[in-house]
């Protein structure tokens, strides 16, 4: 799995990840339930993974750089993006 995203908000998370599924390709957010039971240590292990395979990498940023262009606002969509 490829990290495709970092994010700081479990709600940013979540509109990447519906995004991300609604084009096709299958997401694993391995920090999901740490974010929804302890979201104080969201910081602590440097924000929320959103991660596809590999062969999906390309493809999902292209999908998240569109997402980030779109935003008229930047504070709308999920920072920290890598």
Same mark, same amino acid.
């Given at each position: 799995?490829?990290?495709? @995203?970092?994010? +700081? +908000? &479990? ?6 990840? /519906?995004?991300? +599924? #609604? /084009? !096709?390709? =299958?997401? *694993?957010? &391995?920090?999901?339930?740490? =974010? $929804?039971?302890?979201?104080?240590? %969201? *910081? @602590?292990? !440097? !924000?929320?993974?959103? $991660?596809?395979?590999?062969? +999906?990498?390309? =493809?999902?940023? @292209?999908? %998240? =750089? $569109?997402? #980030? @262009?779109? /935003?008229? #606002? /930047? #504070? $709308?969509? &999920?920072?920290? *993006?890598?």
């Amino acid at each position: 799995m490829i990290t495709v @995203a970092t994010c +700081n +908000n &479990p709600a940013h998370v979540q509109l990447v990840k /519906s995004v991300l +599924n #609604d /084009s !096709g390709i =299958a997401v *694993f957010v &391995p920090d999901e339930n740490t =974010a $929804q039971t302890a979201p104080y240590l %969201i *910081f @602590a292990i !440097g !924000g929320i993974r959103v $991660q596809v395979t590999e062969e +999906n990498a390309e =493809a999902a940023r @292209a999908i %998240i =750089a $569109q997402l #980030d @262009a779109a /935003s008229p #606002d /930047s #504070d $709308q969509v &999920p920072p920290a *993006f890598t």
